[in-house]
């Protein structure tokens, strides 16, 4: 029985247009996202079948191979979340008079204005080398807001650190709108994001969090 499953998206195919058209979201979603999916449950019964045969020195690549695709899996199904029409409020910065001051203080503290984080957020989003992501992560030690890059769906981050706000950078996310002109489309991107849901993920992140450097 499968343990992971396809979120549905949250709007149709064409609702990020301009910026994103519906061809790429639709292969995106349904098949980009989905392989992820169900690489994670083949290994997940691959993983039974050799522990259940003893077959120890096959564990570390099927447990690395895990991690590639339950990574794609968690950071697409934030992916989706993450934008929203402009029409129905996306883009823009998190303001105070929109229910996200949290956010924007946090936003500010950490980075100093929005427009800092903004360009921080780009830059690693656009020059990650070949596959990866630019994140946005709330990191539980220090209770501030960091930028990662993250290579292909791993690496790089903080251990403790839980993304709020993702920018895939992998060319099946612009490449048939966009061209080689990936750093368009980071730009583009600013124009959904959906600050209401990142500012719920910055909350529920805090929520949860403890000082990981404490002995219980």
């Known amino acids: 029985m499968a343990i992971y499953t396809l979120p549905e998206l949250p709007y149709d195919y064409a609702a990020l247009e301009p910026v994103i058209n519906p061809q790429i979201i639709e292969l995106h979603h349904d098949k980009h996202h989905a392989a992820y999916v169900k690489g994670a449950n083949d290994t997940l019964e691959q993983l039974a079948e050799a522990r ?3 077959q120890w020195g096959a564990l570390n690549g099927l447990e690395k191979n895990l ?3 339950l990574s794609g ?3 697409h199904s934030i992916y989706w979340h993450n934008m ?4 129905d409020g996306g883009g823009g910065e998190p303001l105070a008079a929109d229910g996200v001051g949290d956010l924007a203080d946090a936003i500010t503290e950490s980075f100093g204005s929005f427009a800092g984080f903004k360009a921080q957020l780009t830059k690693a989003a656009a020059t ?3 596959s990866g992501w630019g994140v946005l992560a709330y990191e539980p030690v220090s209770g501030r807001l960091i930028v990662e890059q993250v290579y292909d769906h791993q690496g790089n981050v903080g251990q403790g650190s839980t993304p709020i706000l993702v920018f895939d950078a992998w060319e099946h996310a ?3 709108q966009y061209k080689n002109q990936k750093v368009d489309f980071i730009d583009a991107m600013w124009a959904v994001v959906n ?3 990142v500012a719920k993920r910055y909350a529920a ?3 949860r969090a403890y000082n990981l450097l404490l002995v219980p």
């Open 174 to 176: 612009f490449y048939l």
């Open 195 to 197: 600050w209401q849901d």
């Open 67 to 69: 991690a590639f695709h």
């Open 128 to 130: 990650t080398q070949g």
């Open 73 to 75: 899996h968690i950071l």
């Open 84 to 87: 929203n029409s402009p029409k």
């Open 205 to 207: 992140a805090k929520e």
């Open 52 to 54: 259940d045969k003893e």
